[in-house]
């Protein structure tokens, strides 16, 4: 999409606040609807991003050879960088093997789904809506919670979340009560945001740009027009880099809770 008024240019006494996106780049019509449930364009693309993930995944290891065939090794390759690059640096082969199976979905969901923001047709990251990476968050988070109580016991996981320290004193109720407020609230608050906030301002700047390079196409206007499809180019290019570099510093502050779970109480 373009534009949303595609006769608007400049110099043709239509203002750019008139085509300029907004609040309204992030509303969609629903497609259909099932069961009282609306379907609409995100919702198409998380699901199909996850079809893409577990698609790939099965064909490259539905029948894993000794000497793999180019999909398995890309596989492997994908699956090797999250198992060591992350989650053994962070947990730990012996404690972090058994969390290697969600860290790579989440990886490779996660980035699936930012990846939409530059494909044609489809130009739209998911979890720039707020409810997917609030979802993603909230699966780290009840397993953070649940694994901290399961190792340390009621006592013990109220200790290891509110930071418990008998050395501090008399200070110790008021730092055990602002780590309470920051791990339970504010933790999975933030890993939430940090994702949907990096989508959402990278839609918005490419959206900007897309758009104002139509719109000052016109007389004079095309060579502020070329500056900005440069300008496209240019945000394109970063947001490959963003798209993989928030996959992949979600998973690790996922991989940060887990082992603060797992650790030992002192």
């Known amino acids: 999409m373009l534009a949303f008024e595609t006769d608007c240019h400049i110099f043709d006494g239509c203002g750019f606040n ?3 996106p907004g609040l309204h780049s992030f509303v969609f ?3 259909f609807e099932a069961g009282g449930i609306e379907f609409n364009k995100p919702m198409l693309l998380a699901l199909l991003s996850t079809i893409i993930v577990v698609a790939f995944f099965w064909a490259a290891f539905n029948k894993p050879k000794l000497i793999p065939g180019k999909l398995q090794m890309v596989g492997e390759a994908g699956l090797d960088f999250v198992r060591r690059s992350v989650v053994y640096e962070t947990l730990g082969k012996r ?3 058994k969390y290697v199976p969600l860290m790579v979905s989440l990886f490779f969901l996660i980035w699936i789904m930012n990846l939409w923001a ?3 047709i489809a130009q739209f990251p998911a979890p720039s809506i707020i409810g997917f990476p609030v979802a993603f968050a909230a699966i780290v988070y009840v397993l953070w ?7 340390h016991g009621f006592v013990g996981g109220l200790k290891n979340i509110g930071g418990y320290d008998k050395s501090l004193g008399p200070v110790l109720p008021v730092v055990m009560s602002i780590e309470f407020f920051s791990n339970l609230l504010i933790r999975p608050f933030t890993h939430a945001v940090r994702l949907f906030a990096n989508m959402f301002a990278g839609h918005v700047l490419l959206l900007i740009f897309t758009i104002a390079s139509w719109y ?3 007389g004079i206007g095309i060579a502020y027009a070329g500056v900005s499809f440069v300008m496209v180019i240019l945000l394109t290019a970063f947001e490959l880099f963003i798209q993989a570099l928030q996959a992949y510093v979600f998973i690790l502050l996922a991989c940060n809770y887990i082992q603060g779970a797992l650790a030992e109480h002192h």
């Open 216 to 218: 000052m196409l016109n």
């Open 118 to 120: 530059i494909i044609p």
């Open 29 to 31: 019509k629903p497609m």
């Open 95 to 97: 404690e972090g093997e």
């Open 18 to 20: 008139e085509v300029s």
């Open 145 to 151: 919670v649940s694994l901290t109580f399961k190792r």
